[in-house]
Structure formats: structure tokens, C-alpha cells
Nanobody, 129 residues
Framework: QLALVESGGGLVQPGESLRLSCAAS????????IGWFRQAPGKEREGVAC????????KYADPVKGRFTISRDNAKNMAYLQMNSLKPEDTAVYYC??????????????????????WGHGTQVTVSS
């Protein structure tokens, strides 16, 4: 069973940066594609970015393109989300998810959160002046 734990969230001002981490345990992370999703109060969970199991292929949601970067270190069983130029609308709980295939969390419509993913418990990101 794969377990995921997010960290790195916090309160920052607009324009600042944060780096979220996702630590995996239980199974080798290189078996899985990794995605970051977020959920703001009163809104549905939405995809932010995803990366395939090798790190060669990444996808981003339009609102974060050019500002966020997803990466992974399979040797450390870790994944990351570097978030730059943060905006108040980025405020949300951020979740790390894993799926055996990138196609399991991304299709022609973009990133898709599925109950079948492995999920972490989330980390709060608040962007406010």
C-alpha cells in the first residue's frame, strides 16, 4: 500500500514562493505517476500538475503554467511542487496523488482527480496580504 504525506504549505504574500513536498512510503514511487491537486473552500478539487513515473513528461493546468513546476526524485521517494509568483486565487488545500499511469490522471480534458488514486491528506496554502 502506498502512503503519501504532503508538507511545505503555509501563509505567504502575493508574489512569494512555496515548495510543497510529497513523501511516499510503502511502495517504490517510481511505479507511479504523481499529480498535485488543490481544493479551495466551496469549490471542487482541481488538477494543478502531474508527472509520469520517470519525470520525462509533465502536464500543467492553465492557471499555473509558467509559475509552478512539478518534479520528482525517485531515489528519495519524493515529489515536489515549486510554486512561484503566488496569487490569492492559489489559496487552497493542496493534495498529492499517485496513479500507476499518467493517463489515469490526465486526459484530453486535463487533469482529473479520481477516487482510485492514492491520496495524501493535504497541506494548506494561503496567499494573502
Amino acid at each position: 500500500q502506498l502512503a503519501l504525506v504532503e508538507s511545505g504549505g503555509g501563509l505567504v504574500q502575493p508574489g512569494e514562493s512555496l515548495r510543497l513536498s510529497c513523501a511516499a512510503s510503502g511502495l517504490p514511487l517510481d511505479y507511479y505517476a504523481i499529480g498535485w491537486f488543490r481544493q479551495a473552500p466551496g469549490k471542487e478539487r482541481e488538477g494543478v500538475a502531474c508527472i509520469d513515473n520517470t519525470g520525462a513528461n509533465t502536464k500543467y493546468a492553465d492557471p499555473v503554467k509558467g509559475r509552478f513546476t512539478i518534479s520528482r526524485d525517485n531515489a528519495k521517494n519524493m515529489a515536489y511542487l515549486q510554486m512561484n509568483s503566488l496569487k490569492p486565487e492559489d489559496t487552497a488545500v493542496y493534495y498529492c496523488a499517485a496513479d500507476p499511469s499518467l493517463s489515469g490522471m490526465y486526459d484530453e480534458g486535463g487533469l482529473v482527480p479520481r477516487e482510485s488514486h492514492y491520496w495524501g491528506h493535504g497541506t494548506q496554502v494561503t496567499v494573502s496580504s
